[in-house]
């Protein structure tokens, strides 16, 4: 079971910036593929970025140039950088690990509030 924690988020003003990380409990960090999902009150929980255990990424469209994922496998931990921050951004925001063999693994969500 790989536990996950979440940091980072917080209340930011339109167009601020925010890193999220999030720390695996585990040794095997290296072979998870690693994402950020987000999920705003009403709406359905929807996938934000991922990184493949060889570093590929992927972001959704409506992030594309003001989000970036990355992760460093030396500190069991990945990362979304958050620029030119919305208000339609404000969502509790969960990391997730998927192993080779398939298994998911969620942490508890830190919450992104775009205010001003």
């Known amino acids: 079971q790989v536990q996950l924690v979440e940091s980072g988020g917080g209340l930011v003003q339109p167009g601020g910036s925010l890193r999220l990380s999030c720390a695996a409990s585990v040794s095997t960090f290296s072979i998870y593929a690693m994402g950020w999902y987000r999920q705003a009150p009403g709406k359905q929980r929807e996938l934000v970025a991922d990184?493949?255990?060889?570093?590929?990424?992927r972001h959704a469209d409506f992030v594309k140039g003001r989000f970036t994922i990355s992760r460093d496998n030396a500190k069991n931990t990945v990362y979304l950088q958050m620029n030119n921050l919305k208000p339609e951004d404000t969502a509790l925001y969960y990391c997730?690990?998927?192993?080779?063999?398939?298994?998911?693994?969620w942490g508890q969500g830190t919450q992104v509030t775009v205010s001003s």
């Open positions: 990184i493949t255990s060889r570093g590929g990424t």
């Open positions: 997730n690990a998927k192993s080779p063999w398939g298994t998911s693994n």
